[in-house]
């Protein structure tokens, strides 16, 4: 048996930034929606007072596995690993912590989503959920959108003003109108019922099926953007909002490959229902692997 590298979070962190996850994420939506890729795995486990799944993908040469858990009341609430492999071969590559890599590659996503999805002149977003990833949010939204103005929405006021001292958020106690409007919380209950004519929101906190941001009736008079689909149709807000008459206008990779038009109006909603897949932890763990080669960066151990 070969070696295998073991990364740490920190390790993970140093090899790993935004744009490069910006990047890789977009080829993988690319690669996907030109029907390149075989379409990735989801399985998951319930748990008291969580859950755990398991994403798995190949891309090009290489396979991955993350194994995260999901548990409302832990710190960190999502925490695991990702198993990185030759996908010719099966031979294992790496460990490595899946925390920095789930974090910059959901970012990533909505970036993605907001290049292609949201309108050109977007210059004010709203971010529900002020944690971790709210911060990776906002970041991400501006590599891709020139945005001026950021209202920052926390059920945990001090969350938010710690968000707002390091952003310059404009704190608000309800939904505002925003050109783009991000939902990245662990909410069961549909907080989202109305935003303003073309606007884009990016769901991003539905990543089970007991959590729901967005209100069905929202999703049913909106077009609809899914990362997978079928994924989306079983853990994500599309999976409330079904009943509800919510179709699915196209994949986000179809829309990146040029397959699906985007945004056709200005005055659209369009929601991109983003629950994570597992292409994203590829693309971006391939490059974790590769830079912690070049770098000496790890620890090899022989299984």
Known sequence: MSEVLFLSRGDVASLL??????????????????????????????????????????????????????????????????????????TPLAVMDSIEITILRTGAATAVAAKFLARPDARTALICGCGLQGRIQAKALARVRPIERIFALDSDHGRAEAFAGETGAEI??????????????????????????????????????????????????????????????????????????????AELGEIVAGRRPGRERDDEIIVFDSTGMALQDVAAASIVYDRAVERGIGIRMTL
């Open 172 to 249: 608000v106690t309800e939904a505002v109108a925003a050109d783009i409007v991000v939902t990245c919380t662990p909410s069961r209950t549909p907080f989202l019922d109305r935003v303003a004519p073309g606007t884009f929101v990016a769901a991003v906190g539905a990543d089970s099926e007991e959590k729901s941001e967005i209100a069905p009736s929202l999703m049913a008079a909106s077009k609809v953007v899914t990362d997978v689909t079928e994924q989306c149709a079983t853990i994500g807000d599309l999976h409330h909002a079904l009943a509800a008459g919510a179709r699915v206008h």
């Open 17 to 90: 930034d935004l744009d490069d996850c910006i990047a890789a994420v977009e080829r993988a939506f690319a690669m996907l929606g030109r029907g390149e890729l075989p379409p990735p795995a989801i399985a998951g486990v319930h748990a008291d007072g969580g859950a755990f799944h398991i994403k798995a993908a190949i891309a090009g040469d290489r396979f991955a596995a993350k194994i995260n858990a999901n548990f409302f009341e832990a710190v960190p609430r999502i925490k695991g690993v990702i198993v990185l492999a030759d996908a010719a071969d099966g």
